[in-house]
Nanobody, 115 residues
């Protein structure tokens, strides 16, 4: 079955960096767009970044210039490099993939930006 597993979250000071990973199994990884979202408790989940099978990337305005999404098809992994982190980046970060009629989500990894 389709599985997505995020990792790499943690506590970081403002201005710091983290790299999140999303390992995907159960699909033809190289042929699919993978997307990152984030969610603050009590708020709606918001789109952060996407990377297509052609390595075309797109970013939310709030993270443009600070976050970079990449993929390693051999490892079936997508990375989200987050630099210049701000307290408002604090959230649970999820990766997902849309196949036919279903969106599959990982369980998320918590990022906390605080001094």
């Amino acid at each position: 079955q389709v599985q997505l597993v995020e990792s790499g979250g943690g506590l970081v000071q403002p201005g710091g960096s983290l790299r999140l990973s999303c390992v995907v199994s159960g699909i033809m990884f190289s042929g699919n767009t993978i997307t990152w979202h984030r969610q603050v408790p009590g708020q709606q989940r918001e789109w952060v970044a996407s990377i297509t099978r052609e390595n075309v990337t797109n970013y939310a305005d709030s993270v443009t210039g600070r976050f970079t999404v990449t993929r390693d098809n051999a490892k079936k992994t997508v990375f989200l490099q987050m630099n210049s982190l701000k307290p408002e980046d604090t959230a649970v970060y999820y990766c997902n993939v849309f196949l036919r009629t279903t969106t599959y989500w990982g369980k998320g990894t918590l990022v906390t930006v605080s001094s």
